[in-house]
């Protein structure tokens, strides 16, 4: 198992960004696909984006494709969430997860380790 702390959410205006990190601990980081979801309140846990193992391949939802870029430094055993014009309803909990191999990417069952989340707040 690894274990993954998110850290980086807050308080802000719309069209502000943030940067959110995933630090990992226990296992090789680089030996496992990341993936960020966010679960808006009293709503499904949704997929982000994704990235693999080396950093060189990323994917992105829809809703958030060129505004969102996920990168990671296996050095620092850390993921990052870089999110600029940020909207209101990119308001969520955001949590990263991470698997050797998860299939399909996009779908949460597919990681079997998650950080505690982090709240990102977009204000209108």
């Known amino acids: 198992q690894v274990l993954l702390v998110e850290s980086g959410g807050g308080l802000v205006q719309a069209g502000a960004s943030l940067r959110l990190s995933c630090t990992a601990s226990g296992r090789t980081f680089s030996n496992y696909v990341v993936g960020w979801f966010r679960q808006a309140h009293g709503k499904e846990r949704v997929f982000v984006g994704s990235?693999?193992?080396?950093?060189?391949?990323?994917d992105y939802a829809d809703s958030v494709k060129g505004r969102f870029t996920i990168s990671r430094d296996n050095t620092k055993n850390t993921a990052y969430l870089q999110m600029n014009t940020l909207k209101p309803e990119d308001t969520a909990v955001y949590y990263c997860?991470?698997?050797?191999?998860?299939?399909?990417?996009?779908?949460?069952?597919?990681?079997?380790?998650w950080g505690q989340g982090t709240q990102v707040t977009v204000s209108s």
């Open positions: 990235i693999t193992w080396g950093g060189v391949s990323t």
């Open positions: 997860a991470a698997a050797r191999d998860p299939r399909p990417r996009r779908v949460p069952g597919s990681y079997d380790n």
